[in-house]
């Protein structure tokens, strides 16, 4: 399994990006993928998750609302839509993966390399 993510950049407080994580391999009907983002100074925390098969989805009391996770099952790929930007939303974003149905405080096996979201005030 490998992930690709990517879509991150700089962006005025109250804007938007969408990022993309692009997934290689087979059987991800299974898997859940998630979003963690890890903050200079502060440890990785989780944002989001989506059961690949069945749509579930959770996601961190600080971006509900703001950030909405999806998939497109064609492209092997999990987006997150990110709303309403603020200064604290700045930090590398991960996207993971593991077999099976998770969410915040489950160990991810897969990982791709991170992508740096910036937002200024």
């Known amino acids: 399994v490998q992930l690709q993510a990517s879509g991150g950049g700089l962006v005025q407080a109250g804007g938007s990006l969408r990022l993309s994580c692009a997934a290689s391999?087979?059987?991800?009907?299974?898997?859940?993928v998630a979003w963690l983002r890890q903050a200079p100074g502060k440890e990785r925390e989780f944002a989001a998750a989506?059961?690949?098969?069945?749509?579930?989805?959770y996601y961190a009391d600080s971006v509900k609302g703001r950030f909405t996770i999806s998939r497109d099952n064609a492209k092997n790929t999990v987006y997150l839509q990110m709303n309403s930007l603020k200064p604290e939303d700045t930090a590398v974003y991960y996207c993971?993966?593991?077999?099976?149905?998770?969410?915040?405080?489950?160990?991810?096996?897969?990982w791709g390399q991170g992508t740096l979201v910036t937002v200024s005030s």
């Open positions: 993971a993966t593991r077999k099976g149905l998770a969410g915040p405080g489950y160990e991810y096996d897969y």
């Open positions: 989506i059961y690949w098969s069945g749509s579930i989805t």
């Open positions: 391999g087979r059987g991800f009907s299974t898997y859940t």
